[in-house]
């Protein structure tokens, strides 16, 4: 529960012939009591308008608790001299809340509710890309070097693994065919493997260095983008023969598909968004992005048509899928590489390597709200949304500095994990 509803349930929840006096109360002890104005409206009121210019500002959490106990305490005090339902009501809430607090590691959640839950211990060596949930089958797949991780979506536990897939990018799966698919960057192929038993199915040729990886439901196709190359390969989900390769240009990232036959993706060189038919196999419109730059994450919401782009210069562009204009941008963290959509919730993610997760909430389909960037851990750049339980996977590691006539930081030795965010 928010602190603002938390300090109005306070007086609302109370029928009293003296309902006047209480308000008078409660307004003088606003007034008497250091902080509880804050607690009313929440963090937001300690920081410079969040919302405005560069990016959002944070405060100090673990003093926001404090603030938060020291404010319910203080209020009960002045609630049991006025009614003694008015005192049950604030201990009850002021035990909620310290039982909140601590179920999330000693720091309250903020405006969006999500916090970091869980440190989910992986382990082992090699790099990491992108993450993907298969919500329906509750499984997480973790791309890891050289072959995928399988995590049980509910219990976290490790449950299977999916082995030679060199330099692994990105999992797609495909339900109804039973099947699912891994970019094998450095290897120049995507694995086929079957959904239930995990066994590798086959290998299938794609482009130089298939990245980002994708399922489209209207065609039952599975899109590899090719990075070095600069093309797309479709495969045919049920039989794992290639469809064709549609030639695009540039370094492809991340796509999406509409759920009506086209599929988006983002040339990061480029600054630009392609549309593809997906069944054609050709291009159909090219759009720049500006003033985005070198976009990589990307997410839709296929009910009003927008699509959120992960850009390198600290914003999330959302674009018109009809038309490929620009409706706004919203400020984000830095290093972001991968978004997300949550339909049911109206939240649009974007997960940066700052270590921050930015949460913007549609309110509408020309108007967007940044919510608050959640604290994650850094290099915690991609991620993946379990559309059952709207909880949030990031991977992340721990890193020492580059070698000596290195650019690339070393990983720390089994320092690889999967942070969960719940709400």
Same mark, same amino acid.
């Given at each position: 529960m928010?602190?603002?509803a938390?300090?109005?349930?306070?007086?609302?929840?109370?029928?009293?012939?003296?309902?006047?006096?209480?308000e008078t109360?409660?307004?003088?002890?606003?007034?008497?009591?250091?902080?509880l104005s804050?607690?009313r409206?929440?963090?937001? *009121?300690?920081?410079?308008?969040?919302?405005?210019?560069?990016?959002?500002?944070?405060?100090?959490?673990?003093?926001?608790?404090?603030?938060?106990?020291?404010?319910?305490?203080?209020?009960?005090?002045?609630?049991?001299?006025?009614?003694?339902?008015?005192? /049950?009501?604030?201990l009850?809430? *002021?035990?909620?809340?310290?039982?909140?607090i601590?179920?999330? &590691?000693?720091? /309250?959640?903020g405006?969006? &509710?999500?916090?970091?839950?869980?440190?989910?211990?992986?382990?082992?060596? &090699?790099?990491?890309d992108?993450?993907?949930?298969?919500?329906?089958?509750?499984?997480?797949?973790?791309s890891?070097?050289?072959?995928?991780?399988v995590?049980?979506?509910?219990?976290?536990?490790?449950?299977?693994?999916?082995? $030679?897939?060199?330099?692994?990018?990105?999992?797609?799966? @495909?339900?109804?065919?039973?099947?699912?698919?891994?970019?094998n960057g450095?290897?120049?192929?995507v694995?086929m493997?079957d959904l239930k038993?995990?066994?590798?199915?086959?290998?299938?040729?794609?482009?130089?260095?298939?990245d980002?990886i994708?399922?489209d439901?209207a065609?039952k196709?599975v899109?590899?983008?090719?990075?070095?190359?600069?093309?797309?390969?479709?495969?045919?989900?049920?039989?794992?023969?290639? @469809?064709?390769?549609i030639?695009?240009?540039?370094?492809?990232?991340f796509?999406a598909?509409d759920?009506?036959?086209?599929?988006?993706v983002?040339?990061?060189?480029?600054?630009?968004?392609?549309?593809?038919?997906?069944?054609?196999?050709?291009?159909?419109?090219?759009?720049?992005?500006?003033?985005c730059?070198?976009?990589?994450?990307?997410?839709?919401d296929?009910?009003?048509?927008?699509?959120?782009?992960?850009c390198?210069?600290?914003?999330?562009?959302?674009?018109?899928?009809?038309?490929?204009?620009?409706v706004?941008?919203v400020?984000?963290?830095?290093?972001? $590489?991968a978004?997300?959509?949550?339909p049911?919730?109206?939240? @649009?993610?974007?997960?940066?390597g700052?270590?921050t997760?930015t949460?913007v909430?549609?309110?509408?389909a020309?108007?967007?709200?940044?919510?608050?960037?959640?604290?994650?851990?850094?290099?915690?750049?991609?991620?993946?949304?379990?559309?059952?339980?709207?909880?949030?996977?990031l991977p992340?590691?721990?890193?020492?500095?580059?070698?000596a006539?290195?650019?690339?930081?070393?990983?720390?030795?089994d *320092?690889?994990?999967?942070?969960?965010?719940t709400?």
């Open positions: 928010r602190p603002d938390l300090q109005a349930g306070l007086v609302r929840k109370v029928s009293s012939p003296r309902g006047c006096v209480l109360v409660r307004l003088k002890a606003a007034e008497l009591i250091p902080g804050v607690l409206y929440g963090p937001t *009121s300690l920081a410079a308008n969040q919302r405005q210019g560069g990016g959002f500002v944070m405060i100090n959490r673990r003093k926001w608790a404090v603030l938060v106990a020291t404010a319910i305490s203080t209020t009960a005090i002045f609630s049991i001299a006025t009614h003694p339902t008015l005192y /049950a009501t604030a009850a809430a *002021s035990h909620a809340t310290s039982h909140a601590a179920s999330s &590691g000693g720091r /309250a959640a405006a969006s &509710g999500y916090h970091v839950s869980k440190t989910i211990p992986v382990g082992g060596e &090699g790099f990491w992108y993450i993907t949930v298969d919500a329906d089958a509750r499984r997480v797949y973790v890891h070097g050289t072959h995928v991780v995590l049980d979506a509910d219990t976290q536990a490790v449950v299977g693994d999916i082995p $030679d897939t060199q330099g692994v990018h990105g999992i797609a799966i @495909a339900s109804d065919a039973g099947r699912g698919f891994v970019s450095r290897a120049n192929n694995t493997f038993t995990l066994k590798t199915l086959g290998t299938i040729p794609a482009g130089t260095n298939p980002a994708i399922f439901a065609t196709r899109f590899a983008m090719n990075g070095r190359s600069g093309d797309i390969t479709a495969i045919n989900a049920a039989d794992g023969k290639v @469809a064709g390769t030639p695009v240009g540039g370094k492809l990232e796509a598909a759920g009506k036959g086209t599929v988006y983002n040339v990061e060189d480029k600054s630009e968004l392609v549309h593809i038919d997906a069944a054609k196999l050709t291009v159909l419109h090219r759009w720049p992005l500006a003033p730059t070198e976009p990589s994450g990307l997410a839709m296929t009910k009003t048509r927008r699509l959120f782009v992960g390198d210069n600290k914003m999330m562009a959302i674009v018109n899928a009809d038309t490929g204009k620009i706004t941008t400020p984000t963290g830095e290093g972001t $590489d978004n997300g959509f949550d049911a919730t109206s939240f @649009a993610f974007s997960s940066n700052e270590g997760l949460v909430h549609e309110d509408s020309d108007k967007f709200t940044v919510v608050e960037n959640v604290p994650t851990k850094k290099s915690a750049r991609t991620m993946a949304l379990d559309l059952k339980t709207h909880n949030i996977f992340a590691a721990d890193f020492d500095p580059p070698p006539g290195e650019k690339r930081p070393k990983m720390k030795a *320092s690889f994990v999967v942070l969960m965010l709400r």
